[in-house]
Nanobody
């Protein structure tokens, strides 16, 4: 059983940066895909970014390409989401996800609020 704990959210102004962290415990992440998703008020949860633990292969939603960077630290069992040039539309609860079929784990989420 993998446990995920997110941190690093907060209230920032448009154009600022934040770095989210997702610390994993309870198991090895080898062969997992690690991802970030977000959910804004009144909207469905949406994909933000994903990294394959084994080879760091990455993918991003079009809405964050060029602004967000996902990375992982194998030694710390942690995944990061560096968010630059934040926009008010980035406001959401950000969730960390670890997936290896059929297992699918989620963190509790961290709030990111971007004021204009």
């Amino acid at each position: 059983q993998v446990q995920l704990v997110e941190s690093g959210g907060g209230l920032v102004q448009a154009g600022d940066s934040l770095r989210l962290s997702c610390a994993a415990s309870g198991g090895t992440l080898s062969s997992f895909d690690m991802g970030w998703y977000r959910q804004a008020p009144g909207k469905q949860r949406e994909f933000v970014a994903r990294v394959r633990w084994s080879d760091s292969n990455r993918s991003y939603a079009d809405s964050v390409k060029g602004r967000f960077t996902i990375s992982r630290d194998i030694a710390k069992n942690t995944v990061y989401l560096q968010m630059n040039s934040l926009k008010p539309e980035d406001t959401a609860i950000y969730y960390c996800n670890a997936r290896r079929a059929p297992s699918d784990y989620w963190g509790q989420g961290t709030q990111v609020t971007v004021s204009s």
